[in-house]
């Protein structure tokens, strides 16, 4: 499949609710709904139709995590923009929730992924949704103020992926991963290849020039876990929480996605002299918006 690099131009898509909701609600939940998603800790199943193969993509998500982020902080119609689309989750979400999206990522290989996985469209789905081939740090030229409703990604963790597999956390650990360096790119760009410092400061300039595009009020979610290097415990998440305090948002919330139902074989890690959470059990969903004016 061949994939055109869009050029940077205000995008022809809309971002005005479809709904009949009240202007100060923030999503279309009833109050039912709304209970079940108060609770602090999720848990989710992956579908067939997620993108499972660490070949095709390293670190995806469940197409159900990314549904429950855009029902919960956007109504019918409205758009949601991921910085870092990867595999393409968040588009195939918004589709199935009935609002626009825009997904950007470097590597033309994820944007054929996205393109893939979107082939099969609903005929009466009047959404949009639409991955491009560009560096995040563009984003601004392709909207205009204030009208992004969510902003919601799982970035690179800094380089987290950028090392050799050694499995330690895995009771199997000689399996296809040992080993193996399975970070997205070697892009100078990418923000996965870069150090904790470098890679705060970056995604404040890249959530600092993003700010103007969204509503007052409206979500900017983002899904990290942090890392064990040296073992020294690197908070990325909070590194992450106080840059982009600096730059503007405010911290919502803090959700645990809780990993264990979909993680097997886990390994005896650090016994007995030296406790360790593993990452892989467990994720931050850190949720900030833009303060109102």
Not at 6 to 26: F, V, W
Not at 118 to 132: H, T, V
Request: charged share 25%; glycine share 4%; net charge neutral.
């Amino acid at each position: 499949m061949e994939v055109e690099i869009q050029q940077k131009s205000l995008l022809d898509i809309s971002y005005e609710r479809l709904c009949q909701c009240k202007p100060t609600n923030i999503n279309c939940l009833t109050a039912k709904e709304w209970l079940k998603n108060q609770i602090g800790v999720w848990q989710f199943n992956y579908e067939k139709r997620d993108v499972r193969d660490k070949t095709a993509h390293p670190a995806t998500f469940p197409i159900a995590l990314a549904r429950k982020v855009i029902e919960l902080f956007t109504h019918a119609g409205e758009l949601v923009v991921d910085p870092f689309v990867g595999s393409g989750t968040t588009l195939v979400a918004a589709r199935d929730t009935n609002r626009n999206a825009v997904g950007f990522d470097l590597q033309s290989g994820y944007i054929e992924l996205c393109n893939a996985r979107l082939a099969n469209g609903d005929l009466l789905n009047m959404s949009k949704q639409i991955p491009i081939q560009d560096d995040t740090r563009n984003i601004r030229e392709y909207f205009k103020e204030e009208t992004i409703s969510l902003i919601w990604t799982s970035p690179p963790y800094a380089n987290l992926l950028n090392l050799q597999r050694k499995n330690k956390s895995r009771r199997d650990r000689k399996n296809e991963q040992l080993n193996k360096v399975e970070q997205y790119s070697q892009d100078e760009r990418d923000l996965g290849t870069m150090s904790l410092d470098d890679y705060t400061l970056v995604m404040g300039d890249i959530f600092e020039s993003i700010l103007p595009l969204l509503k007052p009020k409206a979500h900017c979610v983002i899904n990290v876990s942090d890392m064990w290097w040296e073992n020294e415990r690197i908070t990325i998440h909070i590194s992450l929480v106080e840059e982009l305090r600096r730059r503007g948002y405010e911290l919502r919330n803090i959700i645990i996605w809780d990993r264990t139902n979909i993680v097997n074989k886990i390994g005896i890690f650090g016994w007995p002299s030296n406790y360790i959470t593993m990452g892989v059990t467990f994720e931050y969903l850190l949720d900030f918006w833009r303060p109102p004016k």
